[in-house]
């Protein structure tokens, strides 16, 4: 658990960590609701809960509860699949988090659906915050095509090869 309690907050020793408070200070006391789509237990809402920000984190349940998980912290779950729409109403969002998700096992078509969905609930001028995404080098134009599409304008874009650890 204590290395939840530094994730996004302390920095690291690798250049492509983001650190919440950097993120947050792009837009200063604009980002105020968001969404973290991803498999845990809601570390980022609570890490963002400290700054005053609401964040539903959804929940897939790999294997284990983590919407119950995520809900027990006082927190707020969304159980969802990945080929359904999330259930908001367009540019409702400030910021859309991910980490570790959409890392080369899910095929092209639906990180597009994905895409797009997130597109449609992100409100114009929030921020996309696609945290470590790998893939295989030879997929990465593909991917690389899919994020550039949107034409978000990067506020930090970080490239790095993945160890073999």
Request: aromatic share 14%; proline share 4%; charged share 25%.
């Amino acid at each position: 658990m204590d290395k939840e309690k530094l994730k996004w907050v302390t920095n690291s020793s690798l250049a492509v960590d983001f650190l919440i408070k950097d993120v947050l200070a792009i837009k200063p006391g604009e980002i105020r609701i968001g969404l973290d789509f991803g498999v845990g237990t809601g570390t980022f809402a609570a890490r963002m809960k400290e700054q005053n920000v609401t964040v539903v984190s959804t929940a897939l349940n790999l294997g284990a509860p983590f919407n119950e998980m995520i809900a027990l912290r006082g927190l707020v779950p969304l159980y969802v699949t990945l080929n359904q729409r999330l259930p908001f109403f367009d540019n409702t969002m400030d910021l859309i988090h991910t980490t570790g998700f959409l890392d080369g096992w899910i095929d092209l078509m639906l990180v597009d659906f994905i895409f797009y969905d997130w597109d449609r609930i992100l409100r114009p001028g929030g921020l996309l915050w696609i945290d470590r995404f790998f893939c295989n080098r030879k997929d990465l134009d593909d991917y690389m095509y899919m994020f550039l599409q949107f034409r978000y304008r990067k506020h930090k874009w970080a490239l790095s090869p993945k160890s073999k650890r």
